[in-house]
């Protein structure tokens, strides 16, 4: 399924609130600050949910705290970089927590090599998909399809891209998706006029992500993840 390489620990968590799924980040990451040494790639899905990143404006929020408790979306800000963007149901989230190494240390080649992820999942249902000059995320002819925005610290990776699988469109009506007025929405349902399922096509981005990024890719559960790290805590504590 992939080329030899360092071992990514790739975990479909199903639905996970936004608010647990940033302390799963933040846990992993710092235990891989002290030394562990596996990748791992969460993949989920959230309940309605707006976040803004570092360059995001609130004035890209459409509506207000009550319209969106109306419709039980929460709202948080966040450390990863781009604008405003929402998660839900019928996307599939990914958050790669990797360690760069070597020539893996250069931002624009790890986004760029997130959205080659992203095209070769499209390409293999038949969607016609593509960057755009000067924007992150992959775009299709009826609008933009997945959004990305992430965090580097110390080489370390967190937060991640969200590719609308079938997504409920009209939530995005609350934002003006990642800052960028008119630019449409869409989801490989709308486009390919079928429902597709969100865990096959996550089946499909863990195969990709392995080749894409040259690691060995192992499923686990969040259980054998905790205890994986758990093993690391105690092995450094009797070093």
């Known amino acids: 399924m992939t080329s030899a390489g360092k071992t990514c620990y790739a975990l479909s968590l199903g639905s996970v609130e936004y608010r647990r799924a940033l302390e799963l980040q933040m846990q992993v990451c710092e235990m891989k600050k002290k030394g562990f040494r596996e990748d791992v790639l969460l993949l989920l899905e959230h309940p309605p949910t707006i976040t803004l990143g570092r360059n995001g404006r609130w004035h890209h929020l459409l509506a207000s705290k009550e319209g969106l408790a109306a419709r039980g979306v929460e709202c948080f800000e966040v450390d990863r970089g781009g ?9 599939v989230v990914g958050y790669p927590l990797l360690q760069l190494e070597g020539r893996e240390r250069d931002v624009h080649r790890y986004m760029r090599c997130l959205e080659d992820v992203l095209l070769r999942v499209l390409e293999a249902y038949g969607i016609e998909s593509a960057r755009r000059e000067g924007l992150t995320g992959v775009w299709t002819g009826q609008g ?3 959004a990305m925005g992430v965090h580097i610290s110390r080489w370390i990776t967190r937060h991640g891209f969200a590719l609308n699988v079938r997504t409920d469109l009209a939530y995005f009506d609350l934002i003006v998706p990642c800052g960028i007025a ?11 006029r079928r429902n597709v399922e969100v865990q096959e096509v996550a089946d ?3 195969e990709e992500f392995g080749s894409v990024f040259e690691r060995r890719v192992v499923r686990v559960s969040e259980g054998d993840l905790y205890k994986a790290m758990q093993t690391h805590a105690h092995q450094n504590a009797v070093a």
């Open 83 to 91: 604008d405003i963007t929402f998660h839900g149901p019928g996307q």
């Open 144 to 146: 933009k399809i997945a």
């Open 204 to 206: 499909l981005l863990v």
């Open 182 to 192: 008119g630019a449409g929405i869409a989801s490989m349902s709308s486009i390919l």
